[in-house]
């Protein structure tokens, strides 16, 4: 069972956190907290007065005369770009961009910047910018993209490139054509080399981000074009609004497929929908809660983002990974990154419907019984209206079992975890787990309200069933398919800028504390971007979970796979290292838990500082390496289950 200590232990008070009436004086709380240069934590760290002053400073769109990169700014703000994370570099255009009065962010390296884009974008499925200098800053970016690609993120890179007029030079070394290094992680790229068709190549760019199945879009930017001056709109080629360059039209589905599949679903005895990043981005939660519930389907997500179909519905499997299996019939909405065969853990007899925007990718990886070429919003309001109702108890009954299974299970964890702790003297992850579920969802904190970034490798596997999402963009799932090592500090900046601003479906919860989870490998890729968290107001609870070692550790020790114990020193950290010391030195907060009863009271003060004073928290768990050997520390690390909460790559 969780722990049971007192309420007042166990909760925030009232004043810790953010409800909707509250919203407004939150903001403007944060405003003030910003503008502040009070000294804090007793150190000489303040915020430069510059900061607040540049923020306060109103947008000042330009018109005739413009720059290129003016002219595509003005592109950005007509589309709706939601915001741009960057570092410094590309300054013209990043300026343009900032000037238009797009939300921008600057951080410390391009590569977390274009992960915080990332992560703004599977928490609000908005388009969003990065950008980055050409030479070592674009190449920083890579790893990012490249998991940005396989989230099927709206991403749009922008990078500058040397003057067309320096082609082929030593001329500061950075003479790299960018469109062949992104090529396999992007939709569409272009590098603009004629000056009269820069807004044309806006058009492009945003045609490729808001239609069919998005991915990243790669614009980069000569000098020429970026500073090349328009004295008129008689200068330019193709300068025309966007209902002129793109359609709202979408992909709807033809009668007889919709009626075949209702057909399908009324036949099947156990149906499933599958609902991915489709769903999300084409905003079709009210349409699959009316097709589950008109016909008892159950649902179980995957992608990049959770919370389109709440976990606490009774229809829900997320959390029931038990009755996967029995499904006779799925339905994939919107899956964007297909499984292969085996990979998802239904039956090898289930019939299989796949609803996509793409009818060149229906068929890939995984063979289909129906494909209906659609937008997922379209299918699912078609499919409500044209299934039959129909009442499903056994599968109701089998739901409500399995969840109940995993419960049980999860308590079980908490109980090892509990004596795990107390014979190493350190922090097990299953009592993370149970503790970052006892405060978002177990105290006074509503529980719709705090948006997690879930990240980290082996911790991840116990956090992972134990978080939960209750509306849409709740969960940003952090290592989604690419597996990009430690960008978990980049999503967070991103996914708490789109809290901030009330991007989206964050709309209700501006201005709420975001929560994150991270390994202690992971920290080390992007725990600078604590200053950035820092730095925006951007209040954070980062917990790292810090167990001395690569998650993979056992792979250079004697007994591992095939490797002697000469190689276990790759794998291995110096022991009990001070993560949250970073956190202080960068104008976080800082907790150090290495006992299982003081991690409750710890995060309840980092939620209240975060609510109260919009200040992040670094929460360094110690733990051992060893919680990984099943041998030592049965369960040991976890297995996972697809799809579903368990789920890390689908």
């Known amino acids: 069972m969780a722990s049971k200590r007192n309420n007042a232990e166990r909760t925030v008070s009232r004043r810790g956190f953010v409800t909707k009436g509250a919203v407004a004086a939150a903001v403007a709380a944060g405003a003030e907290a910003a503008a502040s240069t009070t000294e804090r934590h007793d150190s000489n760290i303040k915020l430069p007065s510059e900061v607040p002053a540049s923020l306060a400073e109103d947008s000042k769109p330009p018109d005739f005369p413009m720059t290129g990169a003016q002219i595509f700014a003005k592109a950005c703000k007509a589309e709706g770009l939601a915001a741009l994370f960057c570092a410094p570099g590309n300054y013209v255009v990043i300026n343009a961009i900032a000037s238009e009065g797009i939300p921008s962010y600057g951080g410390r390296t391009e590569g977390m910047m274009c992960a915080a884009a990332d992560g703004f974008a599977r928490v609000t499925g908005e388009v969003v910018a990065a950008s980055g200098t050409e030479g070592p800053g674009f190449t920083n970016m890579i790893m990012n993209i490249a998991a940005a690609n396989s989230a099927r993120s709206p991403l749009l890179v922008l990078a500058s490139n040397m003057t067309v007029g320096l082609e082929d030079t030593e001329h500061g070394i950075q003479r790299v054509y960018q469109q062949p290094t992104t090529e396999g992680m992007k939709k569409y790229g272009k590098r603009l080399i004629n000056p009269e068709r820069v807004h044309e190549y806006a058009g492009y760019a945003f045609r490729q981000l808001k239609t069919g199945v998005p991915r990243p879009v790669h614009l980069d930017f000569p000098g020429e074009?970026?500073?090349?001056?328009?004295?008129?709109?008689?200068?330019?080629?193709?300068?025309?609004?966007?209902?002129?360059?793109?359609?709202?039209?979408?992909?709807?589905?033809?009668?007889?497929?919709?009626?075949?599949?209702?057909?399908?679903?009324?036949?099947?005895?156990?149906?499933?929908?599958?609902?991915?990043?489709?769903?999300?981005?084409?905003?079709?939660?009210?349409?699959?809660?009316?097709?589950?519930?008109?016909?008892?389907?159950?649902?179980?997500?995957?992608?990049?983002?959770?919370?389109?179909?709440?976990?606490?519905?009774?229809?829900?499997?997320?959390?029931?990974?038990?009755?996967?299996?029995?499904?006779?019939?799925?339905?994939?909405?919107?899956?964007?990154?297909?499984?292969?065969?085996?990979?998802?853990?239904?039956?090898?007899?289930?019939?299989?419907?796949?609803?996509?925007?793409?009818?060149?990718?229906?068929?890939?990886?995984?063979?289909?019984?129906?494909?209906?070429?659609?937008?997922?919003?379209?299918?699912?309001?078609?499919?409500?209206?044209?299934?039959?109702?129909?009442?499903?108890?056994?599968?109701?009954?089998?739901?409500?079992?399995?969840?109940?299974?995993f419960e049980a299970e999860n308590d079980e964890h908490y109980k090892l975890g509990l004596k795990y702790s107390a014979q190493a003297g350190c922090v097990h992850p299953a009592v993370i787990a149970a503790e970052i579920e006892n405060l978002l969802y177990k105290g006074d904190i509503p529980k719709e309200q705090t948006t997690v970034v879930s990240g980290g490798y082996g911790v991840g596997r116990y956090t992972r069933r134990r978080l939960r999402a209750?509306?849409?963009?709740?969960?940003?799932?952090g290592a989604y398919q690419y597996g990009a090592i430690g960008p978990d500090v980049g999503y967070t900046v991103g996914a708490g800028a789109a809290v901030q601003q009330g991007t989206g479906p964050q709309a209700p919860y501006k201005g709420a504390p975001v929560l994150a989870v991270t390994g202690d490998a992971g920290f080390a890729y992007s725990g600078m971007e604590m200053e950035t968290l820092s730095k925006y107001r951007i209040p954070t609870i980062m917990v790292v979970y810090n167990n001395n070692a690569w998650g993979v550790w056992r792979s250079g020790a004697s007994g591992g796979r095939s490797e002697t114990a000469r190689a276990q020193h790759m794998y291995l950290f110096q022991e009990n290292l001070r993560y949250e010391k970073i956190g202080e030195a960068l104008g976080a907060r800082g907790e150090y838990v290495t006992k299982a009863e003081d991690l409750g009271p710890a995060l309840a003060r980092s939620y209240k500082a975060a609510a109260d004073e919009r200040l992040s928290t670094v929460v360094n768990c110690q733990a051992i390496k060893e919680f990984w050997s099943a041998r030592d520390y049965p369960p040991g690390l976890l297995q996972k289950v697809e799809p579903g909460c368990m789920a890390y790559y689908h």
């Open 225 to 405: 074009v970026a500073r090349q001056r328009f004295d008129s709109a008689e200068d330019l080629r193709f300068f025309y609004d966007k209902s002129k360059y793109r359609t709202e039209s979408r992909p709807h589905p033809s009668p007889k497929e919709i009626a075949k599949a209702a057909s399908m679903l009324a036949k099947a005895e156990r149906p499933i929908i599958v609902a991915s990043a489709g769903v999300f981005y084409s905003k079709a939660w009210e349409a699959l809660k009316a097709v589950a519930e008109k016909a008892d389907i159950a649902v179980v997500e995957s992608g990049p983002s959770r919370g389109h179909f709440g976990d606490e519905h009774p229809l829900s499997a997320n959390a029931a990974p038990d009755a996967l299996l029995s499904a006779d019939l799925v339905v994939l909405v919107g899956q964007y990154c297909m499984p292969n065969i085996g990979e998802y853990s239904f039956d090898p007899d289930a019939a299989y419907i796949r609803i996509d925007p793409d009818a060149a990718d229906i068929g890939r990886n995984l063979p289909i019984d129906l494909g209906i070429v659609s937008c997922e919003k379209a299918a699912l309001e078609a499919l409500a209206e044209a299934l039959p109702m129909k009442k499903r108890p056994a599968w109701r009954d089998e739901l409500a079992a399995a969840r109940a299974a």
């Open 470 to 477: 209750f509306r849409p963009g709740q969960i940003c799932n």
